[in-house]
């Protein structure tokens, strides 16, 4: 995915720009070359991916006037000077400017591609940072990341798209695996602080003083400041709140109230119940609890999803089918079946997993849906669940997921589809409607 960066040029010397860009090319840079700075600004926008190397004197714009044209246009675009040979108050100037860095006529062309891939790497950096904070403002695009249409998961969506709006602090609640991180992402980039911070702290992984010093500081020099600091006016996740001692619970307690209203930093809190008798307000100080649990989601388990384990499966089988470059398993009814009715302790995480192995079994030819899924339970739980789910359930989530396949294998061809599944017209329009398949999604 990282696409070559670029080397725009400028110097209204022949000679001079033609070796540059000659050298750098050699280096193995894609470069352009422009006599002018004007010519230059014609390609060189915002986001545009690549650097710019420019002499100083040029007739016209010089390069002083298009340094700072180029730091309104983008201020993080790396440009690199060329001064003249002992001028150094341009120098000097430039760098005030924002210049990168600059390099004295005559230079040397190994400093020239040294800088050249720094800045190069600098320049990256920032394009892939604003394109990852693009996706998480788009908030429909991380909520579209939860998939599934079961009525809990619909539910979720609806409480990420209320409480994201409501902006108090949440607390957010579910077995392992369930996806409550992607929930927590979700949460704030659908709201009011979706472009500012998130920061995401997992309080299991620190010892109580390291923790204590990560969220209320005062920080050690070699470390980052204080999430609470670091997340004001945005958001700060704490995975495994379960798990803060009694001392460290009071002290966020404190900080909490600390805040006006509205609060600085929203907190949204992940409780992750390991065990299904306990719940948070269980393990967590009721005060403390009080505090975050006026806006709360529970992250429904993945066995309480009906179909939406099949569209999982098919989906992610398929992902890693492109991925390893094979097929993806069929699903037999059995094993469909087997899948609706497997307890999914790992929940969506195991889903994965399974989805993976069972692609690799598909492309070696060996091996069952069903040895997966119990080499996945332990001991204690049983391969299956014992409750029974209604046959009609069954059945009407493996024939939804068989018209699925078949309209993706046929992409959205409703005559193919009939065909094979030999359905009238009325039937299968009928059937996807009642499922919710649309046609359209499959072009
Ligand atoms: N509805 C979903 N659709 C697609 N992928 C999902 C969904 N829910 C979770 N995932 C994926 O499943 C994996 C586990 O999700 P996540 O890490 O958010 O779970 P979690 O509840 O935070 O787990 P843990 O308790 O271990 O912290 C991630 O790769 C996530 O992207
Ligand atoms: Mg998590």
Redesign the pocket.
Known sequence: MTKAMKIAIVDDEKDMRQSISQWLALSGFETEAFASAEEALRIVGPDFAGIVVSDIRMPGMDGMQFLKKLRGVDSALPVIMITGHGDVPMAVEAMRIGAFDFLEKPFNPDRMTELAKKACHARRLTLDNRALRRELSDGSALIQ????QSVP?ERLKEDILDLGQADGHVLIE??????????AHALHAVGARATKKFVLISCSAYDEATLTRRLFGPADEDEPIPAMEEARGGTLVL?DIESLSQTLQARLLTAINDQGTPAETRIVA?C?LQEQDKTCESVLRPDLYYRISALRIV?PPLRQRGEDILT?FTRLSDQFADEYGCDAPQVSAQEAAQLLQAPWPG???QL?NVAERAVLQNRRGTGSIASLLMADNDDSRPAMTTEGKPLKEFVEAFERMLIDNTMRRHKGSITAVMEELCLPRRTLNEKMAKYTLSRSDYL
């Open positions: 990341k939860l998939m599934g998961m579910g077995e392992t695996g369930t996806g409550k991180t992607l929930v995975e992940i992750n992250v999982l929940n969506v995480r994965i």
